[in-house]
């Protein structure tokens, strides 16, 4: 699901729905899998203009907002076993450009990003 409409990682829901299928939260396996990598804090170019101050806000905002869900969740759920933890090795979108969504220029690209940064976890 899309970061900006609940939590900006949603683990909370996939304990719930394992739980359904589990006795015990240590029969739980998670990997965690964010969008946001860290090396984007620290891509910045001088702005003059109020857009790209607020979207360097953001970056910085959301990566930090993101992790920290992750690491509150840990703490929350102890006994839940967590396998990996990925983060794109590059920024995945910037920008204006996350408001775009064709296939061509965004998401596919997107789409093997991922697949090359999984491939390398596993």
Not at 30 to 48: F, R, V
Not at 111 to 121: E, F, L, M, P, W
Request: negative net charge; glycine residues 6%.
């Amino acid at each position: 699901m899309d970061g900006g409409t609940v939590w900006n990682t949603n683990l909370v829901s996939a304990v719930e729905r394992c739980r359904e299928q589990v006795d015990h939260d240590s029969q739980i396996t998670m990997d965690i899998l964010e969008c946001s990598p860290i090396d984007k804090i620290g891509k910045y170019k001088m702005d003059s203009h109020a857009i790209g101050n607020f979207m360097r806000f953001r970056q910085i905002y959301s990566w930090a907002n993101g992790n920290h869900d992750v690491h509150e969740f840990m703490q929350a759920y102890p006994e839940v076993n967590f396998r990996y933890y990925v983060e794109p090795e590059e920024s995945l979108v910037e920008g204006m450009d996350e408001l775009r969504f064709d296939n061509a220029t965004v998401t596919w690209p997107m789409q093997v990003k991922g697949r090359a940064d999984g491939q390398k976890t596993v």
